[in-house]
C-alpha cells in the first residue's frame, strides 16, 4: 500500500488559502516564506505520517467486519439525505462512524462490483465482468462466466496469512463460491441456487463467531433482501404504499424480473407515475426489513463484547433503477442511481460522526482496510492494488479523484464511464459508441446530455477514460465491437475480434 502523496496531502489540507496569504504577509515577505516553506511542508508531512502511525497502532489486530446491503441505493439512506426513515440502524452507525456521501462503485450489478472489494481491482481486470457468459474463441461458443483467478491475491488470503480467522456468510447468487468468492476463506457460506436473505446468513454469522475462540477475524456479511428478486419471507405488508393504489402489481419476483426485461429488450420499462411510486414503497419496505435484520445483528454481537475491537465498513455493491432513465432494476446502465452506494466506516474508540463528501472509488475498500490493520502485504497485493486508503480522510485530508466504472451486462450492454472530481460525467457505450455528457452540479439526475454543448470537455473526458482503460489492458478504440463478445483479456479473445 503506497502512501507516497502523504506530503502533498498534508499540505494541502493545513495550508488553505488564508493560511497562504496570512504567512507570505508577515516576517520578510516572499523570501521569507520561500525559505520557510521547506520546513513547513516537512513538518506537516510527519505530523501527518504521525497521526497515520497512531491510527494504525491503534487498530492492529482489531476485527473487522464488511457488511453488504446488495442493491442498496445511495439515495435511499437516510444519513445520505433520504427523507423515509427506511435505514435507522445504519444511520445511527453513521452517526458514530466516517460516511463517504460521494463513494462510486466500479460496476452496475454484482458480481464484478463486490469483487472489487477483494481484489483492489477493476473489473476489467478480474475479469468476472458478464452476466451470462463469455466468448471462448477456440470453441466458438459461449462458455460460462469465469471463475475469479488464483492469480489475483484476494483481502482475505491477504488477513489469514497475516493470523485472521476470515468467514464469509451471504446470500449466494453474485457472490457466492463458484465465481472463487471464497479464495482465502476459512469457511464462506452460500445457499445454492438463491438469493438468500440475511435472515439466514446472519445467524450462520453468529454461530461461527461463537466457535471462533477469540480469535481475530475478517467477516463478510451479506445478504440480497434489497435487492430485486428479495421478497420476505410471509410477503410484503405494504407498509409504504399509497391505499389508494390500484394494486396493478404486487411486488411479486416474477414481477420485478419481468419489468426488468422488459427495460432491457425495449429499452424502456411500461410503468405509469403511480407504479414507480409503489415499485419505491416496496423498496422501502425491503430497505426497512434488512435494516431490522441488520440491527438484530448487532444486539447479539455486543452481547459478546466485541463492539470496542470490531471496525465496521458498510457499503452496496451497487443501487437499483427505479424508471429514472426507463428502466428497471440494475446492471445494463451506469447513472448514479446505479453506481452511487452508501460507505460508513464506524472505527471504534474515536470521536467521529463525520460526513466526508470527497469522491472515492469502491476500490479504495481493500487497501483501506489493510491500511487501518497495518498488516504486512505480499509484493503481488501491493503492486496490484488499484485504489487508496481512505485511512487519511479519518484526519481531515482531502482524497477525492476521478473514478471510473463499467458494465458488460449480457451480451448487449457494454459501457464505461468517468466522474471527475469537479463533477463532469462522461459515459461511453461500445455497441453503438454513443457518448453522454453530464454535469453533475447542476445537474444530479442526469437527464441533460451536453455533448452537443460541451464538445471541447466531451473529448477530453474521452481521452481520459480510452487511456484509463488502456492503461488496465482493455483498448477501447483497438476494435469493432462484436455483439456477444465480451472484453475478456485473453490473447485468444483479442485475436478473433475484428480490426
Not at 198 to 203: A, E, K, Q, R, T
Request: hydrophobic share 35%.
Amino acid at each position: 500500500m503506497a502512501h507516497n502523496d502523504d506530503q502533498k496531502d498534508a499540505l494541502q489540507a493545513e495550508m488553505n488559502r488564508r493560511e497562504f496569504i496570512r504567512r507570505t504577509a508577515v516576517g520578510t515577505g516572499a523570501f521569507a516564506l520561500a525559505m520557510a516553506l521547506p520546513g513547513l511542508m516537512a513538518g506537516s508531512a510527519l505530523a501527518a505520517k504521525s497521526d497515520l502511525s497512531k491510527l494504525r497502532e491503534k487498530y492492529k489486530d482489531y476485527n473487522v467486519i464488511l457488511v453488504s446491503f446488495d442493491a442498496l441505493q445511495a439515495a435511499h439512506v437516510g444519513s445520505l439525505g433520504y427523507s423515509r426513515n427506511v435505514t435507522p440502524t445504519i444511520d445511527a452507525m453513521a452517526k458514530e462512524g466516517f460516511s463517504f456521501s460521494n463513494a462510486i462503485s466500479t460496476a452496475s450489478w454484482t458480481v464484478p462490483a463486490s469483487m472489487t472489494w477483494f481484489t483492489g481491482v477493476y473489473p476489467s481486470e478480474h475479469r468476472l465482468t458478464n452476466k451470462f457468459s463469455v466468448f471462448n474463441p477456440p470453441n466458438n461458443v459461449l462458455s460460462n462466466l469465469k471463475k475469479l483467478s488464483p492469480e489475483l491475491v484476494t483481502l482475505a488470503e491477504v488477513l489469514k496469512e497475516n493470523g485472521y480467522a476470515t468467514g464469509g456468510f451471504t446470500g449466494n447468487a453474485g457472490v457466492s463460491g463458484m465465481f472463487g468468492y471464497d479464495q482465502g476463506f476459512d469457511t464462506y457460506f452460500y445457499e445454492k441456487g438463491k438469493f438468500g436473505s440475511m435472515g439466514v446468513s446472519i445467524p450462520k454469522a453468529l454461530e461461527w463467531l461463537k466457535g471462533n475462540n477469540g480469535k481475530k477475524f475478517f467477516m463478510f456479511l451479506h445478504g440480497y433482501d434489497c435487492h430485486g428478486q428479495g421478497v420476505p419471507e410471509g410477503g410484503f405488508d405494504y407498509r409504504f404504499v399509497d391505499k389508494g393504489y390500484d394494486k396493478k402489481f404486487t411486488g411479486s419476483k416474477e414481477e420485478q424480473e419481468a419489468l426488468r426485461e422488459e427495460g432491457l429488450e425495449k429499452g424502456a420499462a411500461s410503468l405509469r407515475d403511480e407504479d414507480v411510486k409503489f415499485w419505491r414503497a416496496i423498496y422501502d419496505e425491503k430497505i426497512q426489513r434488512t435494516d431490522a435484520l441488520f440491527k438484530k445483528f448487532l444486539l447479539e454481537y455486543e452481547k459478546m463484547g466485541l463492539m470496542d475491537k470490531t471496525i465496521f465498513v458498510l457499503t452496496s455493491d451497487h443501487g437499483t433503477e427505479f424508471h429514472e432513465h426507463k428502466r428497471f432494476d440494475h446492471g445494463f446502465s451506469l447513472y448514479n442511481e446505479l453506481i452511487h452506494v452508501p460507505l460508513v466506516i464506524k472505527l471504534p474508540k474515536i470521536k467521529a460522526g463525520k460526513v466526508i463528501k470527497d469522491q472515492i472509488s469502491s476500490l479504495d475498500v481493500m487497501p483501506t482496510i489493510l491500511d487501518l490493520l497495518d498488516v504486512k502485504m505480499p509484493d503481488s497485493a501491493k503492486n496490484q492494488l488499484r485504489g487508496k486508503s481512505l485511512a487519511p480522510a479519518f484526519k481531515g485530508k482531502i482524497v477525492s479523484k476521478d473514478v471510473y466504472s463499467e458494465t458488460d451486462y449480457r451480451q448487449f450492454t457494454y459501457k464505461r464511464s468517468v466522474i471527475t472530481r469537479d463533477g463532469w460525467k462522461f459515459i461511453y457505450t461500445l455497441e453503438d459508441k454513443s457518448r453522454e455528457l453530464f454535469n453533475l452540479k447542476k445537474d444530479p439526475k442526469e437527464l441533460t446530455n451536453l455533448l452537443d454543448k460541451e464538445p471541447k470537455i466531451a473529448y477530453e473526458l474521452e481521452q481520459k477514460l480510452f487511456s484509463h482503460f488502456k492503461s488496465i489492458g482493455h483498448d477501447l478504440n483497438a476494435k469493432q465491437w462484436i455483439t456477444g463478445l465480451n472484453p475478456v483479456y485473453d490473447s485468444q479473445a483479442k485475436g478473433a475480434q475484428k480490426k
